[in-house]
């Protein structure tokens, strides 16, 4: 703790114990979440260099997924080789602002990666029920502002996380049973009064999860009588197909959110706590080492891409909406 009397409800710097319990089994923990990040680095910076030389891919769908590549490996990089150096060297001190700026960064990527994945479905219903109108709808200053909007949504939203937090005393000591700095994880460590900080974090996951499933939702919902309508079973399959991919990285993604909101406020008290930790540390990390290869393997065009890239050749392209 701070050693002068005006700062010294201030800690200096916070201790992330890792997994409290599985101290024993750091090392064999590490392993898994080391091999999913090269995964994850690899292959979101490899998805990001190939749609922005790849000229065949230059169309709003792809962007988006480039965006949702750049925070995916944001995200994991904010919070992963922190991880690991507590895992492998004990290095498990972190300075009290150090650890309010990694808080600040998980919330809003996260918040950030629901907001594109928002978007990426309002692409599809717009290339599958205004085919003709896509490119027109969907302009490049279109994508950009749609975009930042989704970014200062999130900022807004999450910089409350910060100060709520910091304007707490902390007379309980500095450890922090985690392995980074989640907002109601050091809200805890406080012993004052951190009521206003749970019911905003509540809040701000109603505002930006609600409303993002709920637009994904209606957006899907009405794709699905758009894809029902059409008269051949080939033109059914060919515009479901396009929204594979999508569908899957909305499962990886809000499965283990869910998992990890749910069971923190409505049922920690039956499930450990390392399990709680574990769970997530996968929600950050799951998201941005499986889209890539879904991505990948769901989409041809991104395959033509990655054989153009690696053996040179002349792969003709053949970009479906």
Request: charged content about 10%; aromatic content about 12%.
């Amino acid at each position: 703790m701070s050693g002068d009397n005006s700062s010294s409800l201030t800690p200096g710097f916070f201790i992330l114990n890792g997994v409290p319990g599985l101290e024993a089994t750091h090392i064999w923990i590490s392993l898994p979440f080391c091999f999913m990040y090269i995964i994850a680095v690899m292959g979101n910076c490899g998805l990001i260099c190939l749609i922005s030389h790849e000229e065949a891919l230059h169309w709003p769908m792809y962007y988006f997924l480039a965006l949702l590549s750049f925070t995916d490996v944001t995200l994991c990089t904010t919070t992963v080789p922190n991880m690991l150096c507590i895992f492998w060297f004990n290095l498990k001190e972190i300075d009290f602002n150090a650890c309010l700026a990694q808080m600040f960064f998980v919330h809003m990527l996260t918040g950030m990666e629901s907001g594109v994945l928002m978007l990426m479905a309002l692409d599809r219903y717009v290339a599958i029920c205004y085919p003709l109108r896509y490119a027109t709808i969907l302009t490049n200053p279109v994508i950009a502002k749609a975009g930042l909007a989704t970014f200062l949504r999130n900022v807004m939203l999450i910089i409350p996380f910060t100060l709520l937090t910091k304007r707490l005393p902390y007379c309980r000591g500095n450890f922090i049973a985690h392995t980074y700095c989640d907002h109601m994880s050091v809200a805890k460590v406080s012993c004052g009064n951190f009521k206003v900080n749970a019911i905003y974090g509540l809040m701000v996951a109603l505002l930006i999860g609600v409303f993002d499933i709920c637009c994904i939702s209606v957006s899907y919902t009405m794709i699905l009588q758009a894809v029902m309508s059409l008269s051949s079973a080939d033109a059914r399959h060919k515009a479901f197909s396009t929204c594979t991919s999508h569908m899957c990285a909305i499962v990886i993604t809000y499965v283990p959110a869910f998992f990890t909101f749910f069971t923190h406020r409505f049922g920690g008290h039956n499930i450990p706590n390392h399990i709680h930790i574990i769970v997530a540390n996968l929600y950050l990390l799951l998201p941005p080492t499986m889209n890539p290869i879904v991505y990948g393997v769901k989409t041809k065009q991104i395959q033509e891409g990655v054989i153009k890239f690696l053996l040179g050749d002349k792969v003709s392209f053949t970009y479906d909406k």
